[in-house]
């Protein structure tokens, strides 16, 4: 297995356009293993002058790199990696934040704010403790609910936010104490997708 990162956050719409192409994403892909460009030329069917144009694009913008270089018959073939397992998009990369008022916890703009948010900082920090070996200690409640009628989502939300005010007051953020963020959300369920139990 490559050593490299899990997951790498890209944040400028260059190397955002490089990891979406087609072929690039399909070398991205094969380089999850180290692989030089002839092997990847047989491996995916393209000619081997194409590939090495994707290539040297992928590794100029980060996205791959250099991991080994082997003497072969009077040349020097070069072993590449992906720069990561995954590569995960800034949701901020497609326009500023919105302009929505944190309070109002309804609010579906809110929601994807605070989960692009989420995305953007969660993918920095885990790049952050691979790099130095260490784990980033998260965690995820997922549940499946219903409401019979609107009073029903307005009383949930009313005894959900007490109720965790009530348990944050128990484990306040401290100067010596290792600061969380907590966010909560909900949306309409997908259709026809099966109930998760709380976990």
């Known amino acids: 297995m490559s050593d490299v990162s899990s997951t790498v956050l890209i944040e400028d719409a260059d ?3 490089l990891a979406l192409d087609p072929v690039k994403r399909r070398l991205l892909a094969a380089l999850r293993e180290p692989g030089s460009a002839a092997g990847l030329a047989k491996k995916l069917a393209l000619p081997r002058q194409q590939l090495g144009y994707h290539l040297r694009a992928l590794e100029q913008a980060g996205l791959v790199r250099l991991v080994e270089e082997r003497k072969r018959r009077g040349f020097v073939e ?11 998009l800034d949701p901020a990369m497609l326009g500023a934040g919105l302009a929505v008022d944190a309070q109002d916890r309804h609010a579906a703009a809110h929601l994807v704010e605070a989960a692009a948010t989420v995305v953007r900082e969660v993918t920095r920090m885990r790049g952050a403790a691979e790099a130095a070996g260490q784990r980033l200690l998260t965690f ?3 549940a499946d609910i219903g409401f019979a009628q609107p009073q029903d989502f307005e009383d949930f939300t009313g005894a959900l936010a007490k109720a965790v005010a009530e348990l944050a007051a128990r484990y306040p953020r401290l100067p010596d104490t290792r600061g969380y963020h907590l966010v909560m959300g909900a949306h309409p369920a997908v259709a026809n997708q099966p109930a998760k139990p709380i976990n």
Request: no cysteine; proline share 0%; charged share 25%.
């Open 15 to 17: 190397r955002a356009l």
């Open 78 to 88: 070069r072993v590449l990696v992906a720069a990561a397992d995954a590569f995960v």
């Open 140 to 142: 995820t409640i997922e």
